[in-house]
């Protein structure tokens, strides 16, 4: 047999109260002044039929007080529903003592079985209601002959007392059903705050890539030319200033991408929606990187243009990361950089290698934030990503990246 629930209050009415007292009603927001009201009706509504069932005056003293008992204990039903039917019901047995069979305030009971209902799993109230049934049953029956009431106004009790705890059963679970259903709202607004934080977090990241491969790859091209610069000034003057002009054309280069890319930051900044770099400016890439002094040589084979986007920029990136590197840690023994794009159906290879000294002893995890920036480009798009050493001398670049547009 299955585990029974244990037997707990139902918290739902303190919100039900919250929404009605939202609409201005002042006695409805003031549910304790209802029930109040409630007690003291019915309280002076049975005083006059005491008299009817006793004429002993200590009986009727003792009449009245039962009555109170049978209604007071109704403005704590909230906090204590179990406890006020229980009270309730020794009251009523107390009344059957004192030779009354049925009152007007034994309609409270009414009131209690379905503030019980309301409030707790099913069993437990029923236990409640079974009890009601019961002292109803002993209070009538001996009286069934004494026009007191017939035995289908007994049955008529009954079925009202067991229909006021069916209702009462389908308030609770009504009122469990609402609440589930704010609650899975509310953790639905929890997991759109948690995945809108992810998205920040995620584009903050993406665009910490994007300046760190603009800027590293701008400053070291600028960098180069202004030591070639300085030093042909006194000898070559021609070529310095050729160098600075170019020096000038890479840092306007830089600005005009810089101010591209942050203004994804700025809700309808001009040029947010310029397009962005692709396989189709790695032609200029590898141009900046020869004037330089870098010795590359480009080739693209497949076809590029069905390349998405999104995909594009990424092997842009890859590629402008990867011969920033070369610039930074391939030393005065490079003589060749070789940059490979291979466009196949289901997937785009990029091969960058030199035959420099490469990186020195340093692992391919631990070299800077270039190949930490380009393994989460290349994460980003289910892709693989190798970084070392050559067998014969230098260091190579290799990245994987499935097609994302379907490999149309």
């Known amino acids: 047999m299955k585990a029974s629930a244990p037997a707990r209050p139902v918290p739902a009415p303190g919100a039900a109260v919250t929404l009605h007292a939202g609409r201005g009603s002042w006695l409805v927001s003031r549910p304790w002044l209802l029930d109040l009201l409630v007690v ?42 179990l406890w ?29 079985v379905y503030n019980a209902a309301t409030r707790y799993v099913w069993w ?65 607004e929890r997991e759109r705050e948690t995945n809108a934080r992810i998205a920040v977090a995620e584009e903050r990241a993406r665009i910490a890539r994007e300046i ?38 890479t840092g306007r280069g830089a600005l005009a991408e810089m101010r591209r890319m942050l203004g994804v930051l700025r809700e309808n900044e001009p040029g947010s929606d310029a397009p962005q770099p692709g396989i189709a400016q790695l032609d200029a890439l590898v141009a900046q990187s020869r004037t330089a002094g870098l010795p590359v040589e480009l080739t693209v084979t497949g076809e590029p243009a069905v390349v998405s986007a999104g995909l594009g920029l990424t092997v842009y990136r890859l590629v402008q990361e990867a011969l920033t590197n070369v610039r930074k840690h391939a030393g005065a023994d490079l003589t060749a950089v070789t940059v490979r794009v291979d466009c196949r159906p289901d997937e785009v290879e990029v091969r960058v290698t030199d035959d420099g000294r490469g990186a020195g002893s340093d692992s391919v995890g631990a070299s800077g934030h270039g190949l930490v920036g380009m393994r989460e480009r290349v994460a980003a798009h289910d892709g693989t990503l190798s970084a070392g050493p050559r067998s014969g001398g230098g260091f190579e670049v290799v990245a994987v990246l499935p097609r994302d547009d379907g490999g149309v």
């Open 84 to 112: 006020v039917l229980g009270v309730m019901l020794l009251a009523a047995c107390v009344q059957l003592l004192l030779g009354a069979p049925l009152l007007a305030a034994d309609a409270m009971l009414l009131f209690a």
């Open 212 to 249: 760190h491969d603009i800027v590293s790859h701008s400053l070291s091209v600028v960098v180069l030319m202004s030591d070639g610069a300085a030093a042909k000034v006194g000898s070559e003057p021609e070529r310095a200033r050729s160098a600075m002009l170019h020096v000038r054309d």
């Open 40 to 81: 003291v009706g019915v309280f002076l509504y049975n005083l006059p039929i005491i008299p009817v069932f006793v004429d002993d005056a200590v009986a009727g003293i003792g009449l009245v007080l039962v009555s109170a008992v049978l209604c007071g204990p109704y403005v704590l039903r909230r906090r204590y529903p």
């Open 124 to 188: 437990v109230s029923l236990a409640g209601t079974v009890a009601t049934v019961g002292w109803l049953l002993v209070a009538v029956i001996p009286h069934l002959g004494d026009d007191v009431v017939d035995v289908g106004q007994l049955g008529v009790l009954v079925v009202v007392t067991l229909w006021v705890w069916t209702w009462g059963t389908l308030v609770r679970i009504r009122r469990e059903h609402v609440a589930g259903l704010r609650e899975r709202a509310e953790q639905a």
